[in-house]
């Protein structure tokens, strides 16, 4: 593994997300998101491809901040790149539409792309569950539960493992 690019990913999107808090109630740092999916990743999982761990970390920069996808070219290369761009949703369209473009894109996302997409998603799910949103309604919270199922549906062939994590996770819908 290597270690020092994953390190320099990670002084990366301190650095990009410094001024980003949650959404929960006590507003935690952003950067606790990406930590948690390479975390997911590396010891739940046992995912040790540098790229995929790296792209984990970056996943948010280009769709969150102003990151350009050249940026993290020029910073980490094409490879961990091309894996961040496949998992950015384009901010410019409606929200339900870039919901229902990840559903449909998650199926053809290449291998490492699905890893990430998926601790994405069980992150998220963990965060609803312990710390959701302050103005999250019970039904909004079911509807993201619900509507990640059908992401991580069309993924989980990445990692029959993580699959099985997003079940136990989605058992605590609300």
């Not at 046992?46 to 790296?54: E, Q």
């Not at 601790?119 to 998220?124: G, L």
């Not at 999250?136 to 993580?162: C, H, I, M, N």
Request: charged share 30%.
């Amino acid at each position: 593994m290597n270690e020092g690019l994953i390190l320099r990913a990670l002084a990366f999107a301190a650095h990009k997300h410094r001024d980003q808090r949650r959404k929960d109630a006590d507003a935690s740092p952003y950067i606790n998101h990406p930590i948690a999916l390479a975390d997911i990743l590396a010891n739940e999982a046992g995912v040790t491809d540098p790229a995929v761990l790296c792209a984990a970390i970056l996943h948010d920069t280009i769709e969150d901040t102003e990151t350009t996808l050249e940026e993290l070219e020029d910073a980490f290369g094409p490879e961990i790149a091309t894996i961040v761009a496949e998992v950015t949703d384009d901010k410019t369209l409606p929200k339900d539409q870039r919901k229902q473009l990840q559903v449909e894109h998650a199926a053809h996302a290449s291998p490492r792309a699905k890893l990430v997409k998926l601790a994405d998603k069980i992150a998220n799910l963990r965060d609803i569950a312990a710390t959701p949103p302050a103005d999250w309604s019970t039904e909004r919270k079911r509807e993201y539960f619900d509507w990640a199922r059908q992401v991580v549906d069309r993924t989980r062939d990445a990692s029959p493992g993580l699959g099985q994590l997003f079940d136990q996770v989605h058992r605590l819908r609300p």
